[in-house]
């Protein structure tokens, strides 16, 4: 049995295709990045993001477990799990919604908090949130504020309250469709804040009605070492954007991501001295021509070996052009 050697529930990296093997029974996620979404419910431990790489390639994700996992499709969720963790997702025609983001939203977390809580995994660790056309206006919304009015909605009837966020991820894709995928365990992890931003739960109304509702990181201790999933990580000191350049927002981002690393406390900060040597490392570029002077720059900082892919996608706010989120995995 093609055992994961290192033996912890869960190994997140970056793999070329070529050297994906067909199958893997350990195999708990597989993700893509490309032109369209992608998601089989006969083979749910795989999943395509519609985020156009911007350097090619752009290798899969490959999430590896330490034993072989059960997968299946139920109550409108793919899913694959091992004893220790448990991967799901699910991709919704907005359509079905009226193309109401909120209604959409709302939907989708009612259906990803039944699921996971009903299958003995209660704690969200990190959660994925795609979806396109997030500055289009609606009702005097945004769709980015429509679906954070959904989620919260959806969060709030369960309760999950603001101690037990996780790390999260929201950005605009290039196709039709909500994606939501996440990572959830038995065990909670440790939410971590940055002492440099406002907690997003605590954003000021004029952000949108309701409050974003993620926490900056969560920091996970398994039996033999600890994983950080960052969030996505944007140039935001306090709750305001900083910078309308976008060499200048990485610059401050890369500020935010080490304060994240230091709050995470030794199990982190002894293995990741600087934001480079994390797992992988997800940098979404709001507009395509940004990418060279991106790279560069991020190389410059980060070295040239940091994992680091770049990917086309829109950000939160419409004054923010590149956002980066982080695994130490
Ligand atoms: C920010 O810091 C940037 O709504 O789930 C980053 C990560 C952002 C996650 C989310 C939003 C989300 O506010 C935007």
Known sequence: MAQNPLSRPLTIRFQHEAQ??????????????????????????????????????????????????????????????TDKVLFGWILLNEADFNHDMNQAAEHAYDRLLAFHRGRGFPHLLRIWNYFPNLHQEAEGLDRYQAFCLGRHRALERVPLTEGELPAATAIGTTAPGLLVYFLAGREPGVQIENPRQVSAFHYPRRYGPKSPSFSRATLKRWPDRAHLYISGTASIVGHETLHTDVLTQLDEIIENLRALIRSAGEDISNRVGDPGDLSMLKVYVRHAEDTAAVKARLEATLGDQAPAVYLRGDICRDDLLVEIEGLYA
């Open 20 to 81: 994906v093997p067909p199958q893997d029974p350990c195999r708990l996620a597989l993700i893509r990045f490309g032109r369209e979404n992608r998601a089989d419910p006969a083979r749910p431990m795989e999943l395509t993001v519609a985020l156009p790489p911007l350097v090619e390639p752009v290798p899969p994700e490959l999430w590896l477990a330490d034993e072989p996992v059960a997968a299946g499709f139920e109550d409108g969720v793919g899913y694959s799990r």
